[in-house]
């Protein structure tokens, strides 16, 4: 079965380090890899999308790396700040049974303390 | 641009009533799904719709039913409320392309006493 997995344990780091948060999948071949931020009491929302011919993409502090060999993703968050601390997801789109659906990992929720 | 809108924010069911959970998006985004969530489970896909009038059953399918007569609206039914139906349900809509981002509603807060 299809299955993408980020760390369940919180991830804490002091501020100007820089975090990075890990998703793994199995059983998919995606075009393309999905990265969002939860906080709180709040719906999800997008931050960055890589295809699967990017190794590498760059939005401001954030930095994904997609390795399809490996079937795991990166998120890097450099210089990193305490409104940095949220939970954060990575999603795929997969084909199964009778059509496409998006579905994401558990999260991993990361606190970034002064 | 309202984006998506879930209501109501909060709801307390008794166990065995029924209820409907609103979701509208003005994008006119054909894919629309539902989702809970869960401590320690993370987003699960209940339903999920790729056009008006085209349903399909997500990961937790059982106990809910959805129904898309619009491009704008999916609602999701409870049919008879359970405990185990207490969590954090979420709508998102999106393009019909794997390349597109998912706008998600702030939620709904439902407890099943």
């Known amino acids: 079965s299809q299955k993408i997995e980020q760390n369940s344990e919180a991830l804490n780091i002091q501020e100007g380090k820089t975090a990075t948060l890990t998703c793994n999948y199995t059983n998919y071949s995606p075009a393309y890899l999905q990265w969002y931020r939860q906080d709180p009491g709040r719906g999800p929302v997008f931050l960055l999308l890589?295809?699967?011919?990017?190794k590498e993409k760059r939005k401001e502090r954030l930095k994904v790396t997609f390795d399809t060999t490996l079937k795991q993703s990166l998120f890097h968050i450099t210089a990193s700040q305490p409104a940095d601390s949220a939970t954060y997801l990575c999603?795929?789109?997969?084909?199964?049974?009778?059509?496409?659906?998006?579905?994401f990992g558990t999260g991993t929720q990361l606190k970034v303390e002064l | 641009n309202a984006g998506v809108t879930q209501t109501p924010k909060f709801q307390v069911l008794k166990t065995g009533q029924s209820m409907t959970l609103q979701c509208a998006q003005d994008m006119n985004h054909e894919y629309m799904s539902w989702y809970r969530q869960d401590p320690g489970m993370g987003l699960r896909l209940i339903h999920y719709?790729?056009?008006?009038?085209?349903?399909d059953q997500g990961e937790v399918p059982n106990g809910y039913n959805v129904s898309r007569s619009t491009t704008e609206d999916f609602p999701l039914r409870l049919l008879s409320a359970a405990p185990s139906q207490t969590s954090v349900y979420f709508c998102a809509s999106n393009p019909l392309q794997e390349n597109t981002e998912a706008f998600f509603g702030q939620g709904t807060r439902l407890t099943v006493v």
């Open positions: 890589i295809r699967e011919n990017e």
């Open positions: 999603a795929l789109w997969g084909a199964t049974g009778g059509g496409n659906k998006l579905t």
């Open positions: 719709s790729v056009g008006a009038g085209i349903t």
